[in-house]
């Protein structure tokens, strides 16, 4: 069985990471949440606070080998706080490097910028990061889903459906070729 890892804290759009996960869960995989801190991590919903979600450990103790796939849910404070914590920076860059699935939404490929995996693919992301994400040396475009190499982006909570197939499909591709 597939193990996927979700790197998460504080205020991660509550659906950008609940209806990925269901999904996954959904095809048979195993989820993991890591996070900056043990305990709890509450989304943001709409408005205003969301869920809480358990942590099961944090971003120190995980071993990138032990995972087939990463999941980045967006939100704005979410990959904000993310991409301030070289840990969690390096835990993307891990993955990608790799070439394993790393499946970023919303706020959330501007962890990929940090992580200095952009250059030359062709991504999306929220409006509001495109300029970063060009900075960053990536191909940005306006579609529900984007799929370069082993890095699949999406914008928003629209795209979930698209997103969440999108990295399926790259875990069973992987598993089929492993």
Same mark, same amino acid.
Request: charged share 25%.
């Given at each position: 069985?597939? /193990? #996927?890892? +979700?790197? *998460?804290?504080?205020?991660?759009? @509550?659906?950008?990471?609940?209806?990925? /996960?269901?999904?996954?869960?959904? *095809?048979?995989?195993?989820?993991?949440?890591?996070?900056?801190?043990?305990?709890? #991590?509450?989304?943001?919903?709409? $408005?205003?606070?969301?869920?809480?979600?358990?942590?099961?450990?944090?971003?120190?103790?995980?071993?990138?080998?032990?995972? @087939?796939?990463?999941?980045?849910?967006?939100?704005?404070?979410?990959?904000? +706080?993310? /991409?301030? %914590?070289? /840990?969690?920076?390096?835990?993307?860059?891990?993955?990608?490097?790799?070439? $394993?699935?790393?499946?970023?939404?919303?706020?959330?490929?501007?962890?990929?910028?940090? =992580?200095?995996?952009?250059?030359?693919?062709?991504?999306?992301?929220?409006?509001? +990061?495109?300029?970063?994400?060009? %900075?960053?040396? =990536?191909?940005?475009?306006?579609?529900?889903?984007?799929?370069?190499?082993?890095? #699949?982006?999406?914008?928003?909570?629209?795209? #979930?459906?698209?997103?969440?197939?999108?990295? +399926?499909? =790259?875990? @069973?591709?992987?598993?089929?070729? *492993?």
């Amino acid at each position: 069985m597939a /193990r #996927i890892l +979700i790197l *998460a804290t504080d205020g991660f759009e @509550q659906s950008e990471l609940m209806g990925p /996960r269901k999904a996954l869960d959904e *095809a048979g995989f195993e989820t993991v949440l890591a996070s900056l801190e043990e305990g709890e #991590i509450t989304g943001w919903d709409n $408005k205003d606070w969301g869920d809480s979600v358990r942590v099961d450990l944090t971003v120190d103790e995980v071993a990138s080998g032990d995972y @087939q796939a990463l999941l980045l849910p967006g939100g704005q404070m979410n990959p904000d +706080i993310l /991409r301030m %914590n070289e /840990r969690a920076v390096t835990i993307v860059r891990e993955f990608a490097e790799a070439g $394993k699935p790393v499946a970023a939404i919303c706020h959330a490929p501007w962890l990929l910028a940090e =992580a200095g995996v952009l250059s030359g693919k062709t991504v999306t992301g929220w409006p509001s +990061i495109r300029t970063d994400l060009r %900075n960053a040396g =990536a191909h940005v475009v306006d579609q529900e889903v984007a799929v370069d190499g082993n890095l #699949i982006t999406s914008r928003k909570p629209d795209d #979930i459906p698209a997103f969440s197939d999108a990295l +399926i499909t =790259a875990v @069973q591709e992987m598993a089929e070729t *492993a």
